[in-house]
């Protein structure tokens, strides 16, 4: 796997920690973290996907937004996702989800970090089903 920058020992932890692929890249001038095969839950069409965490000049002190999968998410029960496009990132079309923190849950430097964002990815994987709830399959 590629390491073509370098993360903040902490991140590198918790990345160890998954027990999955991950790699450090630079594309078009723009930083990414790379996690492999992250698990999603059932109620997509697939069960893992890479998600893409673009890494802002200034991180770990400014935050941490969005996420970006490949191969595509797609509800198994046929309703589209909302707030979504297409980014390349490294030759590849991602899905972007256009999620961020709010001022109820906003960036905290020294505290939130890659594990933190993973964690607020899941809690949208999950928020996708509350806000718009799981019917059946069109």
């Not at 990345?15 to 930083?31: A, F, K, P, S, V």
């Not at 492999?36 to 770990?60: M, Q, R």
């Not at 989800?97 to 109820?104: D, F, I, K, L, Q």
């Not at 020294?110 to 509350?130: A, M, P, R």
Request: contains cysteine; charged residues 25%.
């Amino acid at each position: 796997m590629r390491r073509q920058f370098t993360l903040p020992e902490e991140d590198i932890l918790f990345l160890d920690n998954l027990g999955l692929e991950w790699e450090t890249i630079i594309d078009r001038g723009m930083h990414w973290v790379i996690v492999h095969d992250y698990p999603v839950p059932l109620k997509y069409d697939c069960s893992s996907v890479s998600v893409a965490v673009k890494i802002e000049t200034g991180y770990p002190r400014l935050g941490l937004d969005m996420a970006y999968f490949f191969p595509h998410l797609k509800r198994s029960d046929g309703k589209g996702i909302r707030a979504v496009c297409n980014m390349t990132i490294d030759g590849k079309q991602y899905q972007r989800w256009s999620r961020h923190r709010t001022a109820a849950n906003p960036w905290r430097a020294g505290v939130d970090d890659l594990s933190t964002h993973f964690s607020l990815i899941n809690f949208w994987f999950e928020q996708e089903f509350i806000k718009q709830p799981y019917g059946l399959p069109a």
